[in-house]
């Protein structure tokens, strides 16, 4: 099977089973092997910051010598970016082999009617634990698709630490209409006795996971503005982490934007208990890794040159993600509106996802992904409502090439609201992103 076969057939899966639960997955991994067994585990859900926050702790496994895997999902550019091992990318060769040693036991699987057809997250999921086990990972930080709960990354052994970034309304449809719903559901993946890290501030999801960690027996480590476990201050020195035993000064870290600074206390306290539960991560190597981590189009700012222009790539695509996004510009580009290219899936709001930039937009440009796209007509009529100026355009990248046109030098261009959106960027710029900051 050649990686182009692999892919196909990956993605001719459903997208979601037709019987909910994880027993049809456990049982494809059994006749497989168990690969998810040979190796210990970080564990990460949330709402908004799994990416980046899964990006700085195995980025400081990394930095501490461990042989790291790191599955994240979606992708951006390249469907490999889901599969790392050490930072870099499952080779195509590698992922067709999986794809080629599971396909067959995801076939007799589908025959069986107890079982039924394996999705393609499952897939993906089984090709990932496959890799690692055959590339000697000793951690894999794992990125929950969606949920927790029911997520197939929730078949692994009892992990190292649970971790929980955020909790906000998206994917309500699936998972609940209101944030304790939300929360119950991430917090799925808490499991007996393993220590829970949080970013989460609301008090109504926070009671939720409280409520599951008690009842699990799984201490519960809050990170915080002002208190917990750990907290964060940031000042002209840069993000300080203050933690239970030194304080890491004046980090840098390397994914952009304010709300980056919650992601990385994040994964400064997990790493930090982490050292409790057996791994040796020294200080420096925990410093390294938030200062060396590398994910695009988490408001990653690109400097174009031949005309100089300043290029803003970010995946949010819901009301918190959009939130941040405006307080980052704001931040970064006082005083400055910029000019902002929004596309959108068909399962996200333009009418939520829109009023939270509304301060920070001078003309924006829409159109629609290629893939699963919301109709442009819906995202006119949300700007409409707001009364911002306003343009149709083909294509991303047609929309792109506008908004860079019509831009000052200074002034910010940003492209968002969805993966599919950012991930059609075009070159040169997509080389741009992926050689930026390595």
């Known amino acids: 099977m050649t990686y182009p076969e692999a892919l196909e057939y990956t993605t ?46 195995a980025s400081a496994l990394r930095e501490a010598g461990y042989r790291t895997g790191h599955y994240l999902s979606p992708h951006l550019f390249d469907f490999r970016e889901r599969i790392q091992v050490d930072g870099t990318p499952i080779p195509p060769e590698a992922f067709a082999r999986q794809v080629e040693r599971l396909r067959p036991v995801a076939e007799e699987l589908s025959r069986d009617e107890h079982y039924g057809p394996t999705t393609e997250f499952e897939l993906i999921t089984a090709a990932a634990f496959g890799h690692f086990a055959e590339e000697g990972v000793e951690v894999a930080v794992l990125e929950v698709g969606l949920g927790g709960r029911l997520d197939a990354t929730n078949v692994i052994p009892p992990p190292l630490a649970a971790v929980i970034t955020s909790i906000g309304l998206d994917h309500q449809e699936v998972l609940g209409h209101s944030l304790r719903q939300i929360a119950l559901e991430k917090a799925g993946i808490l499991k007996q006795g393993v220590p829970v890290v949080t970013g989460v501030t609301q008090e109504e999801a926070l009671e939720a996971i409280r409520q599951v960690a008690c009842e699990r027996g799984c201490p519960l480590y809050r990170v915080g503005p002002a208190d917990g476990y750990a907290y964060y201050t940031s000042d002209a020195r840069g993000l300080s982490v203050w933690l239970p035993e030194r304080p890491l000064i004046g980090l840098q870290p390397a994914l952009r934007g304010s709300f980056q600074q919650a992601n990385a206390a994040v994964a400064a306290a997990t790493l930090n208990l982490l050292r409790s539960r057996g791994l040796e991560i020294p200080q420096e190597a925990l410093r390294r890794g938030l200062e060396r981590a590398h994910l695009p189009g988490r408001f990653q700012v690109l400097k174009l040159k031949d005309p100089p222009r300043t290029l803003v790539l970010d995946v949010a695509h819901n009301q918190d993600g959009a939130r941040a996004l405006a307080e980052a510009l704001g931040h970064d580009f006082p005083g400055r509106k910029a000019l902002f290219v929004v596309g959108m899936k068909s399962n ?3 009418a939520e996802f829109l009023p939270p930039l509304r301060g920070q937009v001078e003309r924006l440009w829409v159109s629609q992904p290629r893939t699963s796209p919301r109709p442009v007509a819906e995202l006119l009529e949300a ?13 991303i990248p047609e929309a792109l090439e506008r908004a860079l046109e019509q831009a000052d030098p200074g002034q910010p261009v940003v492209l968002t609201g969805s993966f599919l959106t950012v991930g059609e960027l075009p070159e040169p710029y997509r080389r741009l992103a992926t050689a930026a900051d390595r």
């Open 12 to 57: 001719s899966l459903l997208k979601f089973g037709i019987r909910l639960g994880l027993e049809r997955f456990r049982e494809l991994l059994r006749r497989v092997g168990d690969p998810q067994t040979t190796f210990r585990a970080v564990h990460v859900a949330g709402t908004n910051g799994k990416g980046s926050t899964t990006t700085f702790i």
């Open 348 to 350: 996200h709001d333009p």
């Open 383 to 395: 700007a409409h409502r707001l009364h911002l100026p306003v343009e149709p355009a083909p294509s």
